[in-house]
């Protein structure tokens, strides 16, 4: 260790603060001109504390499982009545769905339309959810080799949960639509009008910007749109519901409670994030 | 580990150090651990602001009882980390955090005297100022208006947590030599 003389020591731990200060305004600055760099040490700092965050997943799982089951054998009765009428519901509509896949099998053969392919997916762990009061982004853990890639879309079991923003060796950051950077191209199920999810930090993200003169009705499904190659058309986003300051949508994933996530590769490149969107090259003056 | 053969030569002095270097560098440790606690998935508190800023707290007791522990290089780093981790706006943690340290340094002599009642009254004060700032820095850093309730309950959990986590940094201050 370099020996300083007391005085110069003292001066420079009372230096120290205003220095930090500067470089605090300096580092805002940096991560407002430089998003590449910062998105890699924020991918790095994911990478090494994934692992940890995954080691305590079982346990917190556990945990949760727990406060679940209590939950639940509180709720037991009224669970069960819930349950009982639910399941009377559904089975009509399995019956329905059944004649409709039926019907929907029959009039392919006749138009001789391709089936959906399906799309190959990868499923990844929820090990931690980062956010705070200012964003609604969650941690995923993954295997070294794996093949997600910045856009991919993430689903729960019941529907749309966000897209993936940032990918290292071993975690992916999730944007969940709540997030308020996240704009996600939706459509009304019923009336095929289209419009912009906006996520705005809290549990439901805003419905705006729908084109054609039929508003959306509360009540209504919302899917995605394929609007600008982002997403695949049709997938279960949510509800729509009368906000306070007008309409949101109620998303159908759970997205206070994701275990895990399917992230699904359909292909598309859409809407890439500004720093991979490659300019056209421009025209050569003159002289080349 | 030290078996007896092969013991260093001053092995007093050695694990001493260790000892005490252990010791010295637990307010950075605990801060850093309490701030991953933060991100685990407990259900729905997390999504809506509902977490502790555990970072406000460790800067604001370190910085009252053990300056020496929370020099500004470890609240600069601590508030970078906190940055990265939740994918904000880089600098808005660091710079906050910062001015509490310098803050809470100004007024260390009468506030570290008081009763843990007054010090908790000094802590809602100073994070009422520190997350007000925050959110002005938040707005100008995106030139958008940012939501106020998540930030209102994060404060409100942020003070009212408090407690818990003084006691247990008073467990991890006992541990330490005393000054």
Known sequence: ?288 | MASPVARPPRPRGFWARLDRLARDSAPGAVAVLLLLATGLPLGSVAHHGGMPLTTLASVYFWTLYRPGLMPPWLVFGLGVMADLLSAAPLGVNPLTLLLLHGAVLTQRRVLARQSFLLVWVGFALFATAILALHWTLRVLLALSLQPLGPALLECGVTIAVYPLLSWLFVRVERSLEPV
């Open chain 1, 1 to 288: 260790m370099i020996r300083l003389s007391v005085p110069l020591r003292q001066a420079l731990a009372r230096l120290m603060l205003p220095v930090l200060i500067a470089a605090s305004f300096g580092l805002m600055l940096i991560g407002k001109a430089d998003t590449v760099l910062i998105e890699r040490a924020r991918t790095q700092l994911a990478d090494l504390v994934v692992p940890l965050y995954a080691a305590l997943a079982r346990p917190i799982g556990t945990l949760r499982e727990a406060i679940a089951e209590v939950r639940g054998l509180i709720l037991l009765r009224s669970e069960n009545a819930r349950l009982r009428e639910e399941n009377e519901r559904l089975r009509r509509w399995y019956d329905r769905a059944l004649a409709l896949e039926a019907e929907n099998l029959a009039l392919r053969r006749v138009l001789n339309a391709p089936a959906d392919p399906t799309p190959i997916f990868t499923t990844a762990r929820v090990v931690a959810d980062v956010g705070g009061a200012y964003a609604r982004s969650a941690l995923l853990a993954l295997e070294p080799n794996h093949s997600v890639r910045k856009g991919q879309v993430a689903v729960d079991a019941a529907g749309l949960v966000g897209r993936i923003s940032e990918v290292g060796d071993r975690s992916a950051r999730l944007l969940l639509m709540t997030d308020i950077n996240s704009r996600i191209p939706v459509q009304v199920e019923r009336t095929g009008t289209r419009a912009i999810l906006a996520g705005t930090n809290g549990p439901r993200p805003r419905i705006q910007h729908w084109t054609g003169p039929e508003q959306p009705q509360p009540g209504d499904r919302i899917v995605t749109s394929s609007e600008a190659g982002a997403m695949p058309a049709g997938l279960p986003v949510g509800i729509v519901r009368e906000g306070r300051t007008g309409l949101e949508v109620e998303p159908f994933a759970d997205l206070d409670r994701l275990a895990f996530v399917r992230l699904h590769d359909f292909g598309l490149g859409g809407i890439l994030p500004p720093d991979q969107v490659v300019r056209p090259p421009r025209p050569r003056g003159r002289g080349g």
